[in-house]
Each structure stands twice: as C-alpha cells, then as structure tokens.
C-alpha cells in the first residue's frame, strides 16, 4: 500500500504539543477558561485549516488543553504539590503573579482590548515590548483584511 492516500487518514493534533504557540495559549486558557471560545474564534479566523482539525479531533484538543505536559509545570509549581500550604488549583487553571497582572494592566492602560493583551503577554514568553509589537502587528493584520 506504498504511496496510498490510505496511509494518512488521520491527521491528529499531536504537533501542537511541541508548540510553543500552543503552550502559551493553553496557559492563556488555564488563566481564564472564559477566553476559549474567544481563542477558537481567532484560530478559525487566522488559521481556517488547523482550526477544521480541531472540529474534526474536538476531544484529542481538549485533552492536549488540560495535560500536564511542560507546559503544566508552572501550574505545579503553584499548587504546591500534595499537602502543599498553598491552594490547590483546578487544572485548566494557572497562577498569575502580581507581576504579571501589573504587566496586562500597563498594556490594557496603552488602550489594547484585553484579550489581545493577554495573548500578546504570554505569546510573547512575559516580554511587554515584544507584546507591544506582537499587538501592533495583530492590529495592522486586522486592518489589512478588512480593507480587503
């Protein structure tokens, strides 16, 4: 069956576990579970393709969503572990530190909508100058394709 169509029936989601992108924006979602529908509506506008992959492996996205790979670490780590002091956080949840929050509000205060800012923020591994760029840049995207 060498050279099939048959061979590749099942295109799974299995690359996005290796994806920075995608540990970022599964962090976004443990953050704030409330910004999922807005994250797939931004994924099927920028990336129709990986977004039909989605639809068609709905249950393998949502377990990468709530794994623990690498990219839980820093919910571990928060959690404390077993009989940590601490509170122990849901799994779709990470720990934000004052640091950051104070990071998304100098961002939102340069008059960014807050999704973006959270995005960008985490996108962009903490860094505000880069998310300041990654936002422009989403913003300029944005306006090219409604002139288009």
Do not use: W
């Amino acid at each position: 069956m060498e050279g099939t169509d048959e061979e590749e029936p099942h295109v799974g989601l299995d690359f996005l576990q290796d994806n920075e992108q995608f540990t970022q924006l599964r962090e976004m979602v443990r953050q704030n579970p409330e910004m999922l529908p807005e994250i797939i509506q931004q994924i099927s506008h920028d990336n129709p393709a990986l977004m039909q992959l989605i639809r068609e492996n709905e249950t393998e996205f949502l377990a990468l969503l709530n794994s623990d790979d690498d990219a839980g670490s820093n919910a571990a780590e928060a959690e404390g572990g077993p009989g940590g002091a601490g509170q122990q956080l849901p799994p779709n949840v990470i720990a934000v530190t004052e640091a950051d929050r104070d990071a998304i509000n100098r961002l939102k205060e340069m008059g960014f909508p807050e999704q973006l800012v959270i995005e960008a923020y985490f996108a962009c591994d903490k860094n505000e100058g880069l998310a300041v760029n990654y936002i422009l840049s989403r913003m300029d995207d944005d306006i090219d394709d409604e002139a288009a």
